[in-house]
């Protein structure tokens, strides 16, 4: 857990700065010349995030209060409409990430952390696991990236508003988006860590695949009579030549074939599908842990990013028309095309991102799937070894587990088309819907 707590530093104290991770370390001394560190519930920590949750509250009710009295009652409905459900699915996932990550349920996050050490443990068995720095590279690229945007987008905004109440609005919905970016940020690394570890799994199944089937050469006897009395026996894979009586050759050529197949049915053998088979329920286990931490903010965010790419690209396409482009000699016009331009892509980011760590899972458990079955059809299989690959084989079977949005759909690329599929669909309902409207009115609401 050592290792795996010094990649994950700089995600930990982000998320401990936006109240996602109410833990702090705690040293256990020096083995082997090395700090050992554990994690704890910090009361400090569960405070602030309780805190934090207290006002977003009160916050968004002003924001709302204010939106209502000055901005939608300029606007058409349709823009009302998607613009209230784009903030109050942005306010339910940043609410739902602090309550379930620092008040209910912190403590599967910690079995988490606990499971991946296990896992850890189990494969350096086998393989050295040291894929600290370049995991380590890969986060701080992330934090960077996210926070750099955010400052971007933040300064932008709050230097284009006026009023010390739009200002108010603009500092907590990035405070939301930061919690928000930060929640997805630990989602995509622990599926993206929970699918390196399937392949790392993967790849000793195949190893132990290929070395049953060289094994297997190995029974391959060749014969070869020198006289009525000698025969020659080969073995082929190996230099063993034996030299046997005509009397004796059927006894001594089934005792060979009987030897080199106990070579494949090896306690090494047995030893390691069961350690696989251990380390495939963890694998599940995790994914199971993280569904239950993330699953119903996942879900928050996921249609909040669709909602708010819908509205943007519409907005973008009603400023883009060609008959109405000299709207965008107005300045209030030019500002909202460039931030629903600017939201529109981290939006995607987020979709893609976790569709696509969770896609990476998914194929990587269906590899399993296969190379266990290429094992079992292996001629010339111990009887124990075709107990031990029938039983991972039924484990397979019925925990062959997902990572899901809190149960209502599997994350993976076929969910990422019906998405775009339902934002083109909420689109063309969108344009139709406001053409029963006068767009002169959206326009002079922005100046």
């Avoid at 609005?169 to 993206?192: A, E, G, H, K, P």
């Avoid at 059927?250 to 090896?266: P, T």
């Avoid at 396409?317 to 600017?342: P, R, Y």
Wanted: glycine content about 2%; hydrophobic content about 50%.
């Amino acid at each position: 857990m050592n290792e795996f707590l010094s990649t994950a530093k700089p995600l930990y104290y982000v998320s401990r700065l936006v109240g996602l991770f109410p833990f702090q370390y705690k040293k256990l001394g020096k083995s082997k010349d090395r700090l050992m560190n554990t994690l704890q519930i910090s009361l400090f920590q569960v405070l602030y995030s309780v805190f934090l949750i207290i006002t977003i509250i009160c916050c968004f009710v002003l924001m709302i209060r204010n939106r209502m009295s000055t901005l939608y009652v300029n606007f058409s409905f349709s823009f009302t409409v998607f613009d209230f459900l784009t903030s109050l699915l942005k306010f339910a996932g940043c609410v739902v990430s602090l309550i379930q990550l620092s008040v209910i349920l912190p403590e599967k996050l910690g079995d988490a952390i606990l499971t991946i050490s296990d896992i850890d443990k189990l494969l350096s068995k086998y393989i050295s696991i040291n894929i600290t720095k370049k995991a380590l590279r890969i986060i701080m690229t992330e934090i960077l990236i996210t926070v750099t945007y955010l400052f971007v987008l933040c300064t932008y905004d709050f230097l284009s508003l006026n009023n010390n109440i739009g200002r108010l609005d603009c500092i907590l919905r990035y405070v939301m988006s930061s919690i928000i970016f930060v929640t997805c940020l630990q989602f995509i690394n622990f599926s993206l860590l929970v699918a390196n570890r399937c392949k790392i799994l993967n790849n000793e199944i195949e190893k132990l695949c290929n070395k049953i089937n060289l094994q297997n050469t190995y029974v391959n006897i060749h014969i070869a009579k020198i006289n009525e009395n000698s025969h020659i026996l080969n073995i082929s894979g190996t230099n063993k030549i034996y030299i046997l009586d005509t009397e004796e050759r059927i006894e001594k050529l089934d005792n060979l074939v009987q030897d080199w197949r106990k070579k494949i049915s090896s306690d090494e053998f047995i030893e390691r599908l069961r350690n696989f088979r251990k380390i495939h329920i963890l694998l599940n286990d995790l994914v199971l842990i993280i569904n239950r931490c993330y699953g119903m903010q996942i879900l928050f965010i996921i249609l909040g990013s669709a909602t708010k790419i819908t509205l943007n690209i519409h907005i973008a396409l009603l400023l883009l028309e060609e008959d109405d482009f000299s709207a965008l000699m107005h300045e209030s016009a030019k500002t909202m095309l460039i931030v629903s331009l600017a939201w529109t892509f981290p939006a995607l980011v987020k979709i893609f991102g976790i569709t696509g760590s969770c896609e990476a899972y998914k194929r990587e458990t269906a590899r399993t799937a296969l190379l266990i079955q290429k094992l079992w059809i292996t001629p010339n299989m111990d009887i124990e070894i075709s107990v031990e690959l029938q039983l991972f084989s039924q484990q397979i079977l019925h925990t062959d587990f997902k990572f899901s949005a809190s149960g209502f759909f599997i994350l993976d690329f076929s969910f990422l088309c019906s998405t775009f599929g339902s934002i083109a669909s909420f689109l063309v309902v969108l344009t139709q819907f406001w053409e029963t409207y006068e767009q002169e009115h959206f326009l002079k609401s922005l100046v």
